[in-house]
């Protein structure tokens, strides 16, 4: 989030954004937010569909005293930062996407068993299902940690033991996988919602790495009528943790 000079933010979000917020702090105040059930943010018993995470962010925003903030999302982030941009339009000056657009229906298209080297999304179907995850996955989330970076980094050496174990803490207790869940559990409405929108107002900077840069070659330019599409290149589908120092070159230029 883009609103001055100064730059805070949560320990979790922090070191995602770590090498990127620094960068970007020389021409902004830059906020990385622990989004609604994440790390030591609130996760109360419903609330994920992603309009609803959009409004935490605007509130969040009013409450710094700013009228409008550009934004930057990176997956579940982006998500988020795509509904504040559709639902909060006077709030925003710019959005910038990472990988991963707002739930839309072709969710329904992604197969269980994946064949043609598509990638297998197991943890769609897992998350959805209400209980059995946290009994199944408490107490064992490096395991799922490890997973997730060593399948969705070109250098694996790029997050660390020490980050490895933090982002394991956040997401090792029940309630926390319950919350996690919850924002895949709520696809149903905001590919209902996605339904209902229409194009963003304000410029758009779609960034993706070379796996995903077809998919959103696309897609994307219909978001709105201002679309700006990059490849990140030599990273995987964690962008600010593998090439920080290209997506705050992208976001500075895009931002302005």
Known sequence: MNTGRRRSGSDLTWREFR??????????????VDLRGMNLSAKPA??????TMARDIFE???????????????????????????????????????E????????????????DGAPNLWWFPLNQIRGLPEQLLAGRMRFVVDY?????????????ERDRLA?????????????????????DQDVADFKTYDKVTVPILGLASPANFAGIQQT????GADVR????????????????????????AFFG
Do not use: C
């Open 19 to 32: 090498h990127v917020m620094p960068l970007l702090a020389e021409r902004y105040r830059v906020i990385a």
């Open 46 to 51: 419903s609330g994920y569909d992603k309009r």
């Open 60 to 98: 969040l925003v009013r409450h710094l005293g700013y009228s409008m903030a550009s934004i930057a999302g990176h997956d579940i982030g982006s998500m988020v930062a795509y509904s504040y941009a559709i639902n909060h339009p006077e709030a925003i000056t710019k959005l910038a996407m990472m």
């Open 100 to 115: 991963v657009g707002h739930p839309d229906p072709s969710l329904y298209e992604l197969r269980l068993l994946p064949s």
């Open 148 to 160: 997730v970076f060593d399948t969705h980094l070109v250098d694996r050496s790029k997050v660390g």
């Open 167 to 187: 982002y394991a803490r956040a997401y090792d207790s029940p309630d926390a996988i319950a919350a996690g869940n919850g924002w895949f559990q709520t696809f």
């Open 220 to 223: 994307w330019p219909q978001l």
């Open 229 to 252: 599409l990059t490849m990140v290149d030599e990273s995987g589908h964690f962008l600010p943790i593998e090439q920080p120092e290209a997506v705050a070159q992208a976001l500075a």
